[in-house]
């Protein structure tokens, strides 16, 4: 089991790409997120995989640094499949919000022949708060983080018997927790991630141990500090958290 982060930027970065990963089993890989433009693209070339490789997708929330890569991955699989250049179907999964602007997108910014895919061998799968699926092979539960910004879901996998992989939640006796950390906290005056619903470094190591979590990733950062990134981040955690901590690079792979 292993995850490539394809980005672990915030939405403002230049430097970076907005935060996306894959979770690559043996039984398939899943797309977490699709960052904001046709950028997806390159960041799959550079790890080695095709578009033929991912059958499902996950968005966590409506935000365009999470949900516009998306719109390229439909309309380049659409092209394939109108080709007859793609095996098999895509699945594309989240909450109602995210469904129904991935429609409307399409609708206005597709060809209709590559809009017409969708609902025909692109599904859209909505996902209700609680809800458990199995995909390629491996158990999620999907669950409301009870945002006050926009609604977004975060999910827990369970994976090896009993390992739990948890992103952007609060679900306890995780292995893994995948959290956003906007900046340091001795930076929030500069980068002020409270205004924007965001957490800091600290926030999160925090929350971390307070859950038990063994293994602590951050992601979704500022890029100011992308060269030193790695060291500063993992000082300030270290002073909050006793896991390990990870502060993964763009096309980093982890082997959980």
Request: contains cysteine.
């Amino acid at each position: 089991m292993r995850l490539t982060m394809l980005g672990t930027g915030n939405a403002l970065v230049t430097e970076c790409y907005n935060t996306c990963f894959v979770i690559r089993s043996e039984n398939g890989n899943i797309l977490i997120d699709t960052g904001g433009g046709n950028y997806i693209l390159h960041q799959l070339r550079r790890v080695n995989l095709d578009l033929q490789e991912i059958h499902d997708i996950f968005i966590t929330h409506s935000h365009i640094d999470h949900l516009l890569g998306l719109i390229w991955i439909i309309r380049i699989s659409a092209q394939r499949m109108n080709k007859n250049n793609f095996d098999g179907n895509i699945n594309i999964y989240s909450h109602d919000k995210v469904l129904n602007l991935v429609i409307e997108l399409a609708d206005k910014l597709l060809l209709p022949y590559q809009a017409g895919f969708i609902g025909n061998r692109i599904h859209l799968i909505k996902i209700d708060n609680h809800e458990s699926r199995k995909i390629a092979g491996l158990d999620f539960t999907f669950f409301d983080i009870g945002s006050n910004r926009t609604k977004q879901f975060g999910f827990c996998m369970k994976y090896d018997g009993s390992k739990k992989l948890t992103c952007c939640g609060d679900e306890p006796c995780s292995d893994w927790l995948l959290h956003e950390a906007f900046c340091l906290y001795s930076q929030a005056d500069k980068f002020k991630p409270y205004e924007k619903n965001h957490s800091t470094v600290k926030d999160a190591s925090e929350l971390a141990q307070r859950l038990h979590v063994k293994n602590l990733l951050l992601y979704h950062t500022e890029d100011e500090n992308l060269l030193n990134r790695r060291e500063l981040y993992t000082q300030e955690a270290k002073k909050y958290f006793t896991g390990k901590i990870f502060i993964p690079d763009d096309l980093e792979t982890l082997t959980l």
